[in-house]
């Protein structure tokens, strides 16, 4: 079996990239934090890597937007390497501030050639920056390999600007009828809900979407803060699995990875 | 040639309610546009692709280059509030790398402006009033005038050397030359400057004399703690050594590290760690403009961890806000002060604005509520974190080294904050103080530690410290203080033209790191930060002269003894007296049903659940969180300490509590510090840690301790420290003080209530063994642990009957430990389900707390609680607030085993957990048996939430 590496990308106010790179870490992939500073001077090359994640935080302080300044730096400094990692099967995931990132670099959801932004994440309706647990669904016609074998999770949020809006008329049906619909929040049985299940007001209350290929994710939970079973917030009174919901995610990427 | 993008529109419906709060009720809505003012040519297609690719979200925003967004029309009111000139939108930075990304050069600056749009029927005054108090704060802000621009930057400096005649001068010219200058030095100081220079036969320059001022300003030289106190005939020399110091060094534990001698305190962790903690304030700045004072508040404090020995990785922040009456109508507002309500809403946005880009989890905390806050609100933001063995200790430079200045730019910003924050405020405060107020960019910040850990685990330097309160005049001083310095201010980088030498040596820019740099690293220093695009400067050395000399362009502006400016601090000499004051004794029968208090106290600001503002900290970043601020079946408990893992693969961590209580300091400052510390120890213990490795952070908020009735209050505050952190064997690591905490308005005289927050920091062995304070399950059998004693004096209760009483709790620390230690035992021993601490509202708000954040019944029976002295009354039983007590909730399986590991001691069983949501207590006294309280948790939960659900 091949060792799967991954690059958990930092820059400037990016904040989760500790916790991030530890998850991967046990995951069973070896995992370097790398400044964007570093592959735009062409010291690391993406080709050496299988799995690039894109922490989260307040990329330039989400100064203007959220994600915005790191979004433009990608697509204009390292379009086409990023452009060739994907084509070549690696697999990319962006967490909140990531997230936000790949939407507004057009990565996310990528349904025409052309790199424009055909979704955004914008201001929680709530209208405040908040930080709860979610239940969360996954849709069954989804293709994003990251969520193999996955069904439900229960995971954090912590973001002001995750509602999830579709741009022109059309999108949203292209993407469920892609399976690009991936994680939707949902009420502890599992339908979907309005507010606080639906923390911030997301169209079809969805949570996280994929590319075409179902190799790029981008989701606003944190999977990289439930890995052991004190973090979640009622482990005191609940009988539960020693590892948490978000390293499933993590360990589908490693062995996707592993066995490309 | 300028530009103008107009970027919207988003809507603001939390100002129209806030103009409705005002009174004014004609405003249909409030819109907000943002501006951007850019400088320099650029072809139309350029400024359409800013806006375009840049500026503006393609889905949900429109844009619009070189005119209005929206047309004029009748009943829209249109505002634009744009920063003063010298306050710099962090925005403005990244807009121009925003710029720079797409290939444009051309724009050389870019200025940021929001634009209100009122809708309504509004008369002159009520916009005015609009704009006065919700919009703009004068203080950093300014309305744009019609067709105007913002008003720009500073301009050009001609250096001119500047001298102070201070040779020949009267006592009356000292004391004026202070007060002109904004020294803040009394006296007696300012008569030791006089000599010294007479000694040394010349006047002393501007910065010479700023340099004395800031160093030996309140703020940084602590100089009433370390006076010599003559309190009511018994003479303290040096408060500090002679109590809060004292405990730690005659308790001489081997596992604290560094010790009231650098930014933070610091005690081991585990093999490889140690763990520093460090809590400040930043009040004064706070009352002014509320956002940027509680922002640079909790940025300056998280600088102290990474100011600590080598620099630790910052890990978590607390916060602790005490703020005027929430309800005070606009009309009862004085002059120069800024509402509650706004200071609130605004230093909670400060703290949270810059803790969750820092990506700190901001996991305990507290708010306040008490008039005597109006015109004096504490912003307490503390700091922890983790540091490598062996990089603890403070870092000593080396005659040689270089004097490194990374991070931000400096500029006018936070000039005299160490001398303004040691001196009382007045309505006027606003106008004169402006340039204290510093506005923070916490990306700066982040870069700065980013590539300063970098830097530190390279080895790459020999000492470091934050320039905090005095800029460089302080932080290069104290850094060469045993050898000496040289500085060229003219190296050091503005952010704009303009400043003289004075205002560059006592600047107080945020985000920026001083560091002593050995030769033969600084190339590889540099780089470090470069590569990560932190700006570094040399900006001096280190020398063996013993001297501390400041450069201009080559002149000499300031050049003094290290010496002197140490050790040359005349000892204050202070009078304090202390007259025990005597309330009337409450007086009014029980009442027949106690529910309506235990709502009330519910419902109290202090009580009551504060979800608005956890939720909107992100208390869970770096994933080490295993106890929450927010606990039990709905994940909205109020939790009684946070417990958080410092390295993710490991099960040790910390337990993280604070304690304070100032409306016990009303009848004696002794006792509220002796709570304040039994209740940071109390929730500690509740969450399944126990007393083995518990350090303490004293912070002392107090009103002007020239007058001896306020620092008697301050020596009796501290002496309980001594008195009970030596017997709980809990030394302090580190403090602060605030004092002169007075408001003048109209001739009279506000003080805030002295008040001291104790911080406990505890290291936790196995935090798997954590205790929530939920109930857990119906059947469960409820115990009080503890005695409880006809203590109401200063409660929730008699405030509810507005009393105050005398019955003040105390502690017995030796009985106190006794029982926690056991506590803790039977918790390791996985005998508890649940515990709570009782502190505020007594045990009937523990109780109802518990039920409701466990979604459980309670059946509670006062006649069963242990008495300390005879309590004839069941509202007493239910809600005196006696120290040291906690309620438990045993498995009926484990009540045996649980009774016997505290045996001897004062515990019982008073009740039991059921699955109906009733919420009953039985009387005692002549009332035995009967209920006294019958309502269920969902009523008591409302009641609790009720307060801040709608801000």
């Keep these: 079996m091949a060792n799967v590496r991954t690059i958990v990308l930092r820059a400037a106010g990016i904040n989760c990239d500790d916790e991030t790179k530890y998850a991967f870490e046990l995951a069973g992939s070896a995992a370097e934090k790398v400044h964007i500073n570093q592959l735009v001077r062409g010291e690391l090359r993406l080709g050496d890597y299988q799995i690039l994640a894109l922490p989260g935080g307040f990329s330039y302080g989400d100064d203007i937007a959220s994600g915005r300044l790191l979004a433009n730096e990608l697509k204009n400094k390292l379009g086409d390497q990023l452009a060739g990692f994907v084509q070549q099967g690696g697999l990319v995931i962006g967490i909140c501030n990531g997230f936000q990132v790949l939407v507004k670099a057009g990565l996310l959801p990528a349904l025409s050639e052309e790199e424009s932004q055909q979704v955004t994440l914008t201001y929680n309706e709530s209208g405040k920056f908040e930080d709860r647990w979610v239940y969360l669904r996954v849709p069954p016609a989804g293709k994003c390999v990251f969520l193999t074998g996955v069904e439900r999770l229960y995971l954090p949020v912590a973001h002001g600007e995750g509602r999830f809006v579709p741009g022109e008329v059309g999108v949203l049906s292209r993407l469920w009828q892609n399976g690009q619909m991936v994680l939707q929040y949902a009420n502890p049985a599992g339908e979907i809900d309005g507010y606080p299940w639906n923390p911030n007001g997301s169209t079809d209350s969805i949570a996280g979407i994929c590319d075409p290929t179902g190799r790029v994710f981008g989701l606003m939970p944190h999977p990289e803060r439930f890995l052991h079973y004190t973090n979640h917030p009622r482990w005191t009174r609940e009988k539960l699995p020693l590892e948490g919901d978000g390293l499933r995610i993590f360990r589908n990427a490693v062995d996707y990875a592993r066995n490309l | ?951």
């Excluded at chain 2, 009337?584 to 109290?604: K, M, N, Q, V, Y």
């Excluded at chain 2, 019958?934 to 409302?942: F, M, Q, V």
Aim: contains cysteine; charged residues 25%.
């Design chain 2, 1 to 951: 040639m300028a530009h103008r993008i107009e970027v919207g529109i988003k809507g603001a419906a939390g100002l129209q309610r806030d103009a409705a709060n005002l009174g004014i009720t004609g405003v249909e809505s409030i819109h907000v546009v943002d501006v951007y003012r850019l400088e320099g040519s650029l072809s139309d297609s350029d400024l359409d692709r800013i806006g375009r690719d840049l500026l503006a979200d393609p889905i949900t925003q429109s844009y619009v280059c070189n005119r209005s967004l929206v047309a004029d029309e009748p009943g829209l009111h249109v505002v634009e509030v744009a920063y003063n000139p010298g306050v710099m939108d962090p925005v403005e930075q990244s807009t121009m790398k925003g710029i720079a990304d797409l290939g444009i050069r051309t724009v050389t600056a870019v200025r940021t402006a929001k634009k209100y749009l009122v809708r309504g029927s509004l008369s002159r005054q009520e916009l005015g009033m609009i704009c006065d108090r919700l919009l703009a704060n004068p203080v950093v802000q300014h309305i744009v005038g019609e067709g105007g621009e913002p008003a720009a930057p500073g301009s050009r400096f001609a250096f001119e050397p500047v001298t102070v005649d201070l040779l020949e001068a009267s006592d009356e010219e000292l004391m004026f030359t202070s007060a002109r200058g904004q020294l803040s030095l009394n006296l007696e100081e300012t008569q030791a400057i006089q000599s010294y220079f007479r000694q040394i036969g010349r006047n002393p320059t501007d910065v010479e004399l700023e340099v004395i001022a800031q160093t030996w300003s309140e703020h940084c030289v602590h100089k009433t703690f370390k006076g010599l106190i003559d309190y009511d005939g018994t003479v303290i020399d040096n408060l500090l050594k002679a109590t809060v110091m004292r405990v730690t060094r005659e308790l001489n534990k081997s596992w604290c590290v560094s010790v009231f001698v650098d930014n933070a305190g610091v005690i081991e962790f585990d093999d490889d760690y140690d763990v520093c903690f460090k809590v400040e304030t930043h009040n004064r700045p706070s009352a002014l403009n509320p956002e940027g004072g509680a922002a640079t508040g909790i940025g300056g404090v998280i600088r102290d961890p990474l100011g600590t020995g080598l620099g630790a990785q910052p890990m978590w922040n607390t916060d602790v806000f005490c703020v005027g009456p929430l309800e005070l109508p606009h009309e009862e507002l004085p002059a120069g002060v800024l509402h509650p309500k706004r200071i609130l809403v605004g230093i909670h946005a400060g703290v949270r604005d810059y803790g969750n880009p820092m990506g700190l989890p901001t996991v305990n905390g507290a708010i306040l509520v008490d008039k005597r806050y109006l015109g004096n609100p504490l912003v307490f933001c503390g700091n922890g974190g983790l540091i490598p063995k062996g990089k603890s200790r403070k870092g000593r430079v080396k005659p040689g080294d270089l004097v490194a200045l990374v991070g931000g730019r400096t500029g006018r910003d936070g000039i005299h904050g160490a001398t303004f924050s040691s001196a009382e405020l007045d309505e006027k405060s606003q106008q004169v103080s402006g340039s204290a107020v510093q506005i923070g960019n916490p990306i700066q910040e982040k870069r700065v530690l980013d590539a300063q850990l970098q830097a530190r685990d390279k080895g790459l330097y020999r000492a470091v410290t934050d320039y905090g309160a005095g800029g460089i005049s302080c932080a290069v001083g104290e850094m060469g203080e045993h050898c000496g310095a040289t500085v060229h201010l003219e190296r050091v980088p503005l952010k704009y033209a303009g400043l003289s030498p004075r205002e560059i040596a006592i600047s107080e820019s945020q985000e920026r790191m001083g560091f002593g740099v050995p030769k033969e690293t600084v190339a590889a220093f540099l780089d470090t930060f470069r590569r990560e695009d932190v700006e570094a400067t040399i900006i001096g050395e280190f020398t063996s002269t013993g001297r501390f000399r400041i450069e201009y362009q080559g002149q000499v502006v300031a050049d003094l003894d290290m010496d002197f400016l140490f050790d040359g601090i005349p000892q204050l000499v202070r009078k304090a007296h202390w007259e025990s004051p005597t309330f009337p004794e409450p007086d009014f029968p029980e009442p027949e049903d106690l529910g309506p208090a235990l709502h009330a106290i519910l419902r109290s600001w202090n009580v009551c659940s504060k979800e608005h503002f956890v939720r909107q900290y992100d208390h869970e970043v770096r994933g080490g969180s295993v106890l929450k601020p927010l606990v039990g079946t709905e994940n909205d408990g109020p939790g009684d300490a946070a417990i958080v893992r410092l390295r993710l693969g490991s099960n040790k961590g910390v337990i993280i509590a604070c304690g304070l209580n100032p409306k016990y300091g009303c009848i004696d400052p002794y006792w509220m510090a002796a709570s304040a510390i039994d209740e940071a120890l109390r929730q500690v213990v509740a969450v399944g840690g126990n007393l083995e490795r518990v350090a303490l952070l004293d912070n002392f908020c107090w009103g002007n301790t020239s007058k001896p009735d306020r620092l008697a209050g301050l020596v009796r505050a501290s002496l309980a420290c001594y008195d009970i952190a030596k017997v709980y064997e809990t030394p302090f690591i580190s403090g602060k003080d605030s004092l002169n905490n007075e408001f003048t308005y109209a001739g009279e005289t506000i003080a805030i209530p002295g008040t001291l927050l104790i911080s406990a920091l505890a290291v936790m062995e196995d935090v798997t063994k954590a205790v929530s304070m939920d109930a857990k399950e119906a059947g469960n059998q409820i115990y009080v642990v503890g005695e409880t004693f006809d203590e109401l004096g200063g409660s929730h209760y008699y405030d509810l009957k507005s009393f105050v009483g005398n019955k003040v709790p105390k502690v017995a620390p030796a009985k106190g430990k006794a029982l926690m230690e056991r506590l803790s035992r039977a918790t390791a021993q996985g005998l508890v389900r649940a515990c709570h601490d009782l502190s505020e509202g007594g045990l009937g708000v523990a109780a109802a707390e518990m039920a409701f954040a466990g979604g459980l019944g309670l059946r509670l029976w006062l006649d069963q609680v242990p008495l300390g002295e005879p309590v004839s009354r069941g509202d007493a039983i239910l809600f005196s607030e006696s120290n040291t007590r906690f309620l438990v909730e045993v498995a009926p399986e484990h009540c045996e085993a649980f009774e016997k590991t505290l045996e001897g001691l004062p515990a019982a069983r008073i009740g039991e957990l059921t699955a109906e949501p009733a919420f009953e207590v039985f009387g005692a006294g002549r009332r035995e048996g009967e209920r006294v309280v019958s309502t269920d948790i969902y009523d008591l939960k409302a009641s609790w939430q009720a307060p801040f659900k709608d801000w």
